[in-house]
C-alpha cells in the first residue's frame, strides 16, 4: 500500500494483523501464596540463562520470517544457521515461548498500527492523501510492506505463460531470443520496490512510481542490498535481468509516462497492482480504472493481486476492502462512477455495449501462495490474483 496522489514529479534512473489486548476480570482470585520456607527462589545466573535462551529462539524466529518469502520464490538460500547449544528438551520449550511471545506482540502491534493508519485518512480530501503517504514514509512508518516479493506474482510468472507472455521471446526450443526487445512492466505505489525487483528478475525492464520521494530512496537502497546479497537472479537460465528505473510522481497525472514504456508509448506489457487500488478511497475508484486502462498496451496485461479481499467493504480504510465484483465493474467501465449498497458491496449494471477503453478479464485465481496478510488464520488463502487485458 502505497502513495498514491502526489503534487510533485520528478524521475531517477537505477532504480502500508489484528488483536485486543485482553485483561483478567478484576474479580479473579489469586491463588495464596504458599508458606516463605516453600518458596524456592531461582538463581540470578538461572533466569539470566533461561532468558538468553528465549531472546536466542525469538531472534531465530523472526530471521526465518524475514527470509521465507525469499526461499518460496527461489530466490535466495540463506545459509544453515548453527546450532545453539542448548539442551533438545529447553531448545524446543524456549522456542515454543518464544513464538508464543512474537505472535502476541505482533498482532497487538499489528492492531495498533492499522488504528494509526486509519485514522492518518481520516476525512481527510484525496488530495491531500499524497502528502499524507509521503509523511509516513519520511517518519519511517510503512506497516504495509512487505519485506519481500509477491508469492502470487512469483507464481504466475513462472507457471502461466499462456496468461502473462514472458518478458523475453523464446525460439521453439524455449531459450529466450536474442536481440529481441523484454517486454515492460509498470509497479505504480511500489514502495520499497519488491515487486520491481522480482520482475526484473523475471526480465522485464520495470518501471516502480511512487508518490514519495523516500520511498524511491528506499527502493532504490534495497535494489543496491539485494545487488550485494545475490538476490532477484534471473528467474530462468539464458534470461537476462531487465532494467530498474524509479519514478517519483503522481498516479493520475500523465506526464510522467509520457516518453517512457513500450516503444516509448507511455504503456506498458504488463501492470502490477499490489496494495494500491486498496490503498485509494472508494470516490477515487473510477480515476485509478480510467488512468490504468490508459496504461495497459494493446495487447499487455493488467495483473491485480486482490487484497484485502476478506475485508467488508463497508469498513474504513486504508486498507478499503476489495473483492472481484468490484476489479470487474470498475475494469469493464473506467472512469464510471459505482453505486454501492449499504453494506459497501457494489450494485453491478451491465454495459450495455462493449466499450473500446474496458479491460476484460481473462482469468482469476485463487493463489497456492500469498503474502501472510492474505491469509486466514488457519492459513487458507484470502487473495484473489485476476489478469486483464483489452
Given at each position: ?25 478484576a ?5 495464596a ?28 524466529a ?40 512474537a ?58 505463460a499462456d ?18 526487445p ?146 470487474e ?11 454501492y ?25 485463487k ?24
Open positions: 500500500m502505497n502513495a498514491p496522489v502526489s503534487s510533485s514529479l520528478n524521475t531517477t534512473a537505477g532504480s502500508s494483523a489484528a488483536s485486543s489486548t485482553q485483561q483478567l476480570p474479580d479473579v482470585a489469586q491463588p501464596a504458599p508458606p516463605p520456607t516453600q518458596i524456592k527462589t531461582a538463581s540470578t545466573d538461572a533466569f539470566l540463562k533461561d532468558f538468553t535462551i528465549v531472546a536466542e529462539a525469538a531472534k531465530r523472526q530471521v526465518a520470517v524475514m527470509v521465507r518469502d525469499f526461499e518460496s520464490c527461489g530466490i535466495y538460500a540463506p545459509p544453515p544457521p548453527p546450532s545453539p547449544h542448548i539442551p533438545p528438551r529447553r531448545r524446543t520449550t524456549a522456542i515454543a515461548i518464544a513464538i508464543a511471545i505472535i502476541a506482540i505482533a498482532m497487538s502491534a499489528a492492531a495498533q498500527d492499522r488504528a494509526r493508519l486509519q485514522q492518518a485518512f481520516a476525512a481527510l480530501p484525496l488530495a491531500a492523501h499524497g502528502p499524507r503517504w509521503a509523511a509516513l514514509y519520511r517518519d519511517a512508518f510503512t506497516p504495509w510492506d512487505r519485506a519481500g516479493p509477491s508469492l502470487a506474482l512469483a507464481d504466475l510468472l513462472a507457471q502461466r496468461l502473462v507472455p514472458p518478458a523475453q521471446d523464446r525460439d521453439a526450443r524455449g531459450s529466450p531470443v536474442r536481440d529481441a523484454r517486454r515492460t512492466a509498470l509497479v505504480p505505489g511500489c514502495g520499497r520496490g519488491h515487486d520491481v525487483l522480482l520482475l526484473s528478475s523475471f526480465g522485464y525492464d520495470v518501471w516502480g512510481l511512487d508518490c514519495s520521494a523516500d520511498a524511491v530512496r528506499m527502493a532504490d537502497e534495497n535494489r543496491r542490498a539485494a545487488d550485494a546479497e545475490g538476490l532477484y537472479a534471473p528467474a530462468a537460465a539464458g534470461l537476462d535481468k531487465g532494467d530498474v528505473r524509479w519514478l517519483t510522481g503522481d498516479f493520475f497525472d500523465e506526464s510522467w509516462s509520457a516518453g517512457i514504456g513500450t516503444a516509448g508509448s507511455g504503456r506498458f506489457d504488463l501492470v502490477f497492482d499490489y496494495t494500491f487500488l486498496c490503498a485509494l478511497p472508494p470516490e477515487a475508484r473510477p480515476r485509478w480504472a480510467k488512468r490504468m486502462a490508459s496504461l495497459v498496451h494493446p495487447k499487455g496485461r493488467l495483473v491485480g493481486l486482490e487484497f484485502p479481499s476478506g475485508k467488508p467493504l463497508s469498513e474504513p480504510g486504508p486498507p478499503w476492502g476489495v473483492n472481484p465484483e468490484m476489479y465493474a470498475l475494469l469493464t467501465t473506467p472512469g464510471d462512477d459505482l453505486a449498497d449499504a453494506d459497501g458491496d457494489v450494485i453491478c449494471t451491465a454495459s450495455p455495449q462493449p466499450r473500446d477503453d474496458a479491460l476484460h478479464r481473462l482469468s482469476i485465481i493463489p497456492t501462495r500469498t503474502h501472510q496478510a492474505g491469509t486466514a488464520e488457519d492459513g487458507t488463502v484470502l487473495d484473489f490474483i485476476s489478469v486483464w487485458t483489452r
